[in-house]
């Protein structure tokens, strides 16, 4: 016999329950032991073989997987850039996360099944946020992360970075922010309302008393995506004039030198982002099909400082510099051209499925929740030009995650059939 349906409903439920906790933990992975991550994927693994062991007559027990092809292309220049690697062992240990990726794709997909999956990751998405923003406040206030036990980064008042390698990582809350207000709009759980608008405050102050310039800019592209939506319109603008409002009393209240990081955003020509992306260029141009190496352009930007013609008058960050502070460039310089193919194949297939969204006759929900994680993506695409990169899990796992909500929208049209009980 077959997994009786209420076996199968329990496997998925040890799944979704693995992959919630390990969500949950990528803003606090730092602070945790190992084991901690570890055994939500043993749980994501565990529901998903236990719902498909066969033991009898064949029975549909999932929907097919979305962007299946497009999503194995993007995956293999991870390996094809390996391969002809200029330094195969080092882009092998920085890439070795790449194979949890794979499963979160797929193991998303297994648990959005029904639309309740949907509501539950959506209020997980909105804890992260608040997690963010508490964590940040506490360190504004102690130069202490709360999740991150002892770890600092510098002392009270100062930037924030939490539990997250560098302050720039704050780019995360801009990046999740839409999908935590999907929640006000989406789910009719009061409870996961309120949580969401009580952690909105302390999430954007965490973010601008960060000092990144970079999740300043993320939140300005989030809230202008998320209002171009009818469903969000509202609750964009007014999230829009929160910031604005807290933006102005640090700025007169002289809190988080955001005046000092606003000065650099008029320095743009002397930015160290300039000799970086010079690097990444010439590392392309150097090996144009298959680039230098995932994950290896610390071991370059050094040595190439001197190959590169820089501006009159610039002077170049002379310091370890472990990525191009580009996320394009980086696909470029460490993938090549096939890397770049491979990660634009996946990217068109998420365009047409949010296209698809909206053009076609799908509930209203449907285009709820595809405006939220429109927005979210907007923000990581805009984020990715000044300093995201895929040396960084967190930058990773969040597109896929991104990715394997696009795949899984279909199911509000009734196209994709839930799984028997």
């Known amino acids: 016999m077959w997994p009786s349906g209420g076996l199968r409903s329990r496997a998925r439920t040890i799944a979704e329950c693995g992959l919630l906790v390990y969500l949950l933990t990528i803003p606090m992975g730092r602070a945790l032991p190992g084991w901690t991550r570890e ?14 062991l066969p033991r ?24 094809i850039s390996v391969l002809f690697s200029a330094f195969p062992e080092a882009s092998l240990s920085r890439a070795a996360y790449a194979p949890i990726a794979a499963l979160l794709f797929l193991a998303i997909q297994d648990v959005l099944i029904q639309p309740s999956a949907y509501r539950r990751l959506l209020v997980v998405a909105s804890v992260v946020v608040l997690l963010l923003g508490l964590d940040g406040a506490y360190q504004f206030w102690t130069g202490a992360s709360l999740l991150g036990g002892n770890l600092r980064f510098g002392g009270p008042g100062g930037r924030i970075a939490g539990s997250l390698p560098n302050p720039n990582d704050m780019a995360l809350i801009p990046i999740l922010l839409p999908l935590a207000l999907t929640v006000v709009v989406f789910v009719p759980w009061p ?80 930015d160290p982002r300039v000799g970086y992306w010079l690097v990444a260029w010439r590392m392309f141009t150097e090996s144009p099909l298959f680039g ?9 930007y050094l040595p190439y400082l001197s190959r590169i013609r820089l501006p ?32 634009g194949a996946l990217g068109l297939a998420i365009t047409r499925g949010l296209v698809r969204v909206f053009v076609d006759s799908m509930p209203a929900e449907a ?21 995201l990169t895929f040396l960084k899990d967190w930058v990773l796992l969040i597109f896929v995650l991104l990715a394997a909500l696009v795949a899984r929208l279909p199911i509000f049209s009734g196209s994709v059939p839930p799984p028997p009980d």
């Open 191 to 270: 409870w996961a309302t309120a949580l969401t608008l009580l952690g909105l405050p302390v999430a954007l102050a965490t973010t601008l008393l960060s000092g990144s310039r970079n999740a300043w800019l993320g939140l300005a592209v989030a809230f202008g995506t998320l209002g171009a939506f009818r469903s969000h319109h509202r609750l964009a603008l007014g999230a829009a004039a929160l910031a604005a409002a807290l933006f102005a009393a640090a700025l007169a209240l002289g809190l988080g030198h955001i005046a000092d990081r606003m000065h650099l955003i008029f320095d743009a020509p002397n």
């Open 56 to 79: 009898g007559r064949p029975s549909p027990s999932v929907p097919p997987f979305g962007l299946l092809v497009p999503f194995a292309l993007f995956m293999s220049t991870t390996g």
């Open 292 to 300: 230098k190496g995932i994950h290896t352009y610390e071991e370059f």
């Open 312 to 343: 009159a008058g610039y002077a170049p960050e002379v310091a370890f510099i472990p990525w191009a502070h580009n996320l394009y460039l980086e696909i470029l310089a460490e993938r090549g051209i096939v890397g770049a193919v491979g990660c």
């Open 367 to 387: 285009k709820c929740v595809a405006a939220g994680v429109a927005s979210a993506l907007a923000a990581f695409l805009v984020l990715g030009i000044f300093d």
């Open 39 to 52: 055994l939500p994927l043993l749980l994501i693994v565990w529901g998903m073989v236990l719902a498909r």
